[in-house]
Nanobody, 120 residues
Framework: QVQLQESGPGLVKPSQTLSLTCTVS??????????WGWIRQPPGKGLEWIGHIAHGGNTNYNPSLESRTSISRDTSKNQVTLQLSSVTPEATAVYYC????????????WGQGTLATISS
C-alpha cells in the first residue's frame, strides 16, 4: 500500500540548489524501521545512490555527494525532501525516491521519478 510520488521544479540553474519532494501515502514517514531514499539516473547512465533517512531522522549519504546533500522529512505533509546544493549540469537526471520496509530488501518500493534539468 506504500506509494511514492516525486515532484520538483524541473529546471534548475547551475550553482543553485535542487529541491525535490517525495510524497508518501500508505505509511507515515516516521514509521519504525522504514527508510526513505533517493536515487538518480543521468541520461544514458546507470543508477546512482544519493542517500536515505531513517525513521529516527538519521541520514546516510553517498560520500561523493555528502557535502552538498540534505535529506529531511516534513511529517505534517508526510513528505521526504532532497536538497542538492551547488548543482552542475552533470546533476541532470531522473530522480527517484524509494522506500525500504521492515523485513524487505533495501529500497524496494520506488516512485515513478521526476526529471531535473540543470541548465542556464
Amino acid at each position: 500500500q506504500v506509494q511514492l510520488q516525486e515532484s520538483g521544479p524541473g529546471l534548475v540553474k547551475p550553482s543553485q540548489t535542487l529541491s525535490l519532494t517525495c510524497t508518501v501515502s500508505g505509511v507515515s514517514v516516521t514509521a519504525t524501521w522504514y527508510l526513505w531514499g533517493w536515487i538518480r539516473q543521468p541520461p544514458g547512465k546507470g543508477l546512482e545512490w544519493i542517500g536515505h533517512i531513517a525513521h529516527g531522522g538519521n541520514t546516510n549519504y553517498n560520500p561523493s555527494l555528502e557535502s552538498r546533500t540534505s535529506i529531511s522529512r516534513d511529517t505534517s505533509k508526510n513528505q521526504v525532501t532532497l536538497q542538492l546544493s551547488s548543482v552542475t549540469p552533470e546533476a541532470t537526471a531522473v530522480y527517484y525516491c524509494a522506500s525500504s520496509t521492515p523485513n524487505y530488501s533495501y529500497l524496494t518500493i520506488w516512485g515513478q521519478g521526476t526529471l531535473a534539468t540543470i541548465s542556464s
